[in-house]
């Protein structure tokens, strides 16, 4: 979850240089930090996607950066992303994490929670640059990153199931998956989560996106949504399409 109940300030900006289609900046906040920044005017849809997804993988364990609400120095709002320190960027080293040639613990079932997670809010872009690898005491792990072409960013209410086959999230998976094995039981745990989550917990999430970023009526829908059989009846599709083996 995000440190500040208030944004941060940014003191600092440059740009993003990353080849990214949704990430403006790299900015320092007046914490010290640095952050990758995503504002509404490059895409307005996806600073709240962004703050959406990221809360609601906080609620499922699932590990992700430190995000923050940024104030830019025009006073509009932005998302950003805490630039993370601990990150493999050695090309070198992080073929050999894919390659599973080092050390990595938990990877196979952390990369299959994180394919069920972007089944539920069609995520379509998980491409390989969105894996965040990090270092840890006893090797490598992996941290999701980058939901700006997930959730509300697909319209509303989201598409049908499955994604596309041809999506960067179904192809990416595909590649890791011949090192690092589809683990059923955990992504059927994950989607047992996004059950059981309560209404509750995900209108603090949707109340915390500022205006600037989301309608009030689509805050209304979101929860709508979620209190519907219309989640239920998408998590059991998920899970019948990977039991049947259709998804990957």
């Known amino acids: 979850m995000p440190a500040s109940l208030i944004p941060l ?15 403006d900046y790299i900015g320092r ?9 995503k504002t509404i005017s490059k895409n307005p849809l996806t600073p709240a996607a962004e703050w959406f997804c990221h809360g609601l993988a906080a609620l ?3 590990a992700i950066p430190q995000y923050e ?15 993370d320190g601990a990150a ?11 390659n599973g040639t080092v050390p990595t613990g938990h990877l196979s079932k952390q990369l299959s929670v994180i394919l069920a997670f972007d089944l539920f809010v069609y995520n379509t872009d998980r491409h390989i640059g969105n894996y965040l690898f990090v270092s840890s005491k006893s090797g490598y792990a992996v941290r999701a990153f980058d939901f700006s072409r997930a959730w509300t960013s697909n319209g509303w209410p989201l598409p049908s199931l499955l994604l ?3 999506s960067s999230t179904l192809n990416t998976y595909n590649g890791l998956k011949t090192k690092h094995a589809f683990d059923l039981a955990v992504a059927k745990e994950l989607l ?4 059981a989550i309560p209404n509750s917990a995900i209108k603090s999430i949707v109340d915390d996106i500022p205006n600037q970023w989301i309608a009030d009526p689509l805050k209304s829908q979101l929860g709508i949504w979620w ?22």
């Open 88 to 98: 493999v960027n050695d090309p070198k080293t992080r073929q050999d994490i894919i």
């Open 60 to 62: 499922c364990h699932i």
């Open 9 to 23: 300030n940014v003191v600092q900006l440059d740009p993003s240089n990353l080849g990214s289609a949704d990430c």
């Open 69 to 83: 609400k940024l104030t830019m120095p025009d006073k509009s709002l932005a998302f950003g992303s805490q630039w």
């Open 227 to 248: 209190d519907s059989a219309d989640r239920i009846t998408r998590i059991d599709g998920i899970q019948k399409e990977l039991e049947n083996g259709r998804v990957i």
């Open 192 to 195: 047992e989560k996004l059950r």
């Open 164 to 166: 596309p086959s041809t």
């Open 29 to 37: 906040a007046d914490d010290g930090m640095e952050y990758a920044i």
